[in-house]
């Protein structure tokens, strides 16, 4: 039953084939065979799943179903769920259980999906190995002897789709961590348009950046998903009134001498990728060539700036968001000898190493001294790139790029805070420009492991960067369950 893509399913849900009460049983008894293996999970909440269920075929029996019913789905442990301990990976926030529910996990309730735990992710969203969880790395489910990472921050969702301990999952995405995540697990991770689901109630990194989204096991499912968590929220201010609804199969945008116009980067040409993403690349590249699309090259002058724009922009709004974590209205509190001792000793020992880094580089760039010359400047470059991808759009209809160098690295490679940062390069620019981007599995490297290609859409054209995305899954044709542990 874990074979079953989401679309898959809903089918047999809907015709009775199977109920939820059983499909949730497997991914139960998945999370009870490899749970402690992965570390996917940092609650798991099988209680609450088994009721779900049964709601859900009552539901189905009285022909009441709903959209997503029965699906048994992971939750970044970022999205604040009523009841249910809500910890953004942190020491601070280890025993925090919220008593609201966010506005994104509201909708899956909505859709009567079933809440199968609270997915592991790097603290705060931060990192790209999910190694800075206070409750330690969770673990990609391919070649799981080597110990790989399943990337960051949404590591933990990735991990548990891949690996059949849930059938899709949230992930957020401030500078790459669904579309990095989902690349090298061989996911399709899809970062939609800035605005398109509610922030409300997910806990914050960068406000102007963080970006809820969908890991699925494929295009149609993420598509699913975020139909159901995408729409307008009244509780966030930067919450967007386009929507986004759909059914599938997508609708192919290639073939037929339909007519489409995909973009190539010119800038990343230049940067150093392995010769696997390269073959594939071009593989996928002449696909869309032989199904009638045409490429082009655009121009996105600033884009390899916008690793330096990142590092200063998402950092300074972190330093000002977790402000907030002083010991005073919830989460961790370190009594000290005054107020000013308390605040201290509570973020020292509630912060791991890499938040107190982002939060000391955010507070310098914003100081008197340094605001122009950083944070102003970043803010310009930001500005750039946006301008650039609006040029580049009204020349080519999509842009694909990859999603990142190369396939998934040992947990324990070593990197050094600089180093994990320029992972990031391929996908901080659309986090600037607030584009939709979907990373899709493009095919295997020599190795076995799974690359991504992602696709790049002007601002709310979500629906197009599935429908290209398809094309691409489907040239690509790789089975993306690993084998060593779904059990073939
Ligand atoms: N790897 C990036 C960072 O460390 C992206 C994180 C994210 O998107 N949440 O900031």
Not at 233 to 239: G, I, L, N, R, V
């Amino acid at each position: 039953m874990i074979n079953l893509t989401l679309t898959e399913a809903l089918k047999k849900l809907n015709s009775g084939e199977i109920s939820a009460v059983e499909l949730t049983r497997a991914y139960l008894d998945r999370i009870e065979k490899y749970g402690a293996d992965l570390n996917c999970y940092i609650t798991t909440t099988p209680e609450r799943a088994l009721a779900d269920a049964a709601a859900s075929d009552a539901r189905r029996a009285a022909g009441d179903a709903k959209f997503l019913d029965g699906a048994p789905i992971a939750m970044k442990d970022l999205f604040a769920t009523r009841g249910i301990r809500t910890t953004a990976a942190s020491r601070m926030l280890e025993n925090f259980v919220p008593e609201y529910e966010s506005t994104v996990s509201q909708k899956f309730i909505d859709a009567g999906t079933v809440l199968l735990g609270k997915a592991n992710l790097d603290e705060f969203a931060m990192g790209t190995f999910s190694k800075t969880s206070f409750f330690g790395a969770p673990v990609n489910p391919w070649q799981m002897e080597n110990r790989l990472t399943a990337g960051g921050s949404s590591g933990g969702s990735t991990s548990a789709v891949a690996g059949g301990l849930a059938i899709a999952a949230t992930g957020t995405d401030t500078g790459g961590s669904i579309r990095f995540p989902a690349a090298i697990t061989g996911m399709v991770g899809m970062k939609p348009t800035y605005g398109l689901c509610s922030r409300w109630g997910c806990v914050a990194f960068a406000s102007s950046l963080d970006t809820p989204g969908p890991i699925a096991r494929t295009v149609d499912d993420a598509a699913l998903m975020l139909s159901a968590m995408a729409g307008h929220d009244p509780k966030d201010s930067t919450s967007s009134k386009h929507g986004f609804t759909c059914t599938t199969p997508l609708e192919p945008v290639l073939g037929d001498g339909k007519k489409l116009r995909v973009g190539i980067i010119k800038e990343f040409s230049d940067v150093k990728i392995s010769d696997d993403m390269k073959t594939l690349f071009e593989k996928r590249i002449s696909d869309l060539k032989s199904m009638g699309a045409e490429i082009v090259e655009v121009s996105i002058p600033n884009i390899l700036d916008a690793l330096a724009a990142y590092y200063i922009i998402a950092p300074a709004e972190a330093s000002s968001n977790l402000a907030r974590y002083d010991g005073m209205r919830y989460g961790l509190r370190v009594e000290g000898r005054d107020i000013y001792d308390t605040f201290k000793k509570t973020r020292a020992a509630g912060f791991g190493d890499e938040v107190k880094r982002r939060m000391i580089i955010g507070t310098a760039v914003l100081s008197s001294q340094s605001y122009d010359v950083y944070f102003m400047q970043a803010a310009r470059v930001r500005r750039m790139i946006s301008d650039s991808f609006n040029k580049a759009f009204t020349e080519c209809d999509l842009i694909i790029c990859p999603s990142s160098a190369g396939t998934a690295m040992p947990l324990d490679s070593g990197l050094s805070p600089l180093e994990f940062y320029a992972l990031d390069l391929f996908t901080v620019a659309m986090n600037l420009a607030g584009v939709p981007a979907c990373s899709v599995p493009c095919g295997l490297a020599q190795n076995g492991l799974p690359l991504g290609i992602q696709v790049v859409g002007n601002r709310f054209d979500d629906m197009r960067v599935l429908q290209l995305a398809k094309h691409i899954e489907t040239a690509a044709d790789i089975d993306n369950r690993p084998t060593t542990i779904m059990g073939k």
